[in-house]
């Protein structure tokens, strides 16, 4: 029987503001597969990024339980968080949160930096990522001098040059046009059909149908997991009218 990569049990986050308790995420309780591709939506405030949060390792529950890849996270102290967190997890954000001053090689390295990697290992693990999504002849480019959809396959190589169990995805094609927001699904598809587990929060249903499983959050709770056959990508942006494509 496969263990779940992601399990978590009552899960409960509560937050002081002016004196009151914000319940954040009430008693939630999931678990994620190997290999899945799970889209997290729900309007602001229903809890959506705190259990985004919470699964990253980024923040700690105030109560009940949660494990990543067998290891439960409320044994690991801070230090020991931060290098799990940088070794199981690869994040992807909406505004890419890449260095400006640095290359797209040097942006890729950084995990491998906190991680203790030698520069020559770095080097080449960063150019086999950058490969991998299709950007190998840029690693020398800045920020600036790439596109939104380049400079966000930058941010995915820099998230899969760890090896990670897991991806995580908060709104990554938000600030993206539609051709180029099929494009980065087209190659989040390709990475979970190559046995990548992705996890991804959107607010948009045209993006979640591009994932096999949606969960919904509403006022702190889970109120629906649903699977779904995903719509296919790659054959929608092949499709792209022509004027639509040159656009």
Known sequence: MTTALISVKDLAKDYKLGGHAVHALRGVSAEVMPGEFVAVM?????????FMNLVG??????????????????????DQLAAFRNRRIGFVFQSFHLLPRATALTNVELPMVYGGVSRADRHAKAL???????????????????SGGQQQRVAIARALVNDPSLILADEPTGALDSRTSLEIMTLFQELNRGGMTVVMVTH????????????????????????????????????????LEAA
């Open 42 to 50: 729900g309007p602001s405030g229903s809890g959506k990024s705190t």
């Open 57 to 78: 390792c980024l923040d700690r529950p105030t109560a009940g339980s949660y494990s990543l890849a067998g290891e439960e996270i409320a044994r690991l102290n801070g």
């Open 128 to 146: 086999k990522a950058l490969e991998r999504v299709g950007l190998g002849d840029r690693h020398h480019h800045r920020p600036n001098q790439l």
């Open 204 to 243: 948009e249903p045209d993006v979640a149908r591009f994932a096999r499983r949606v969960l919904k959050f509403r006022d702190g709770k889970l109120i629906d997991d649903s699977g779904q056959s995903p719509a296919d990508a790659a054959a929608m942006l092949k499709d792209l009218p022509v004027e």
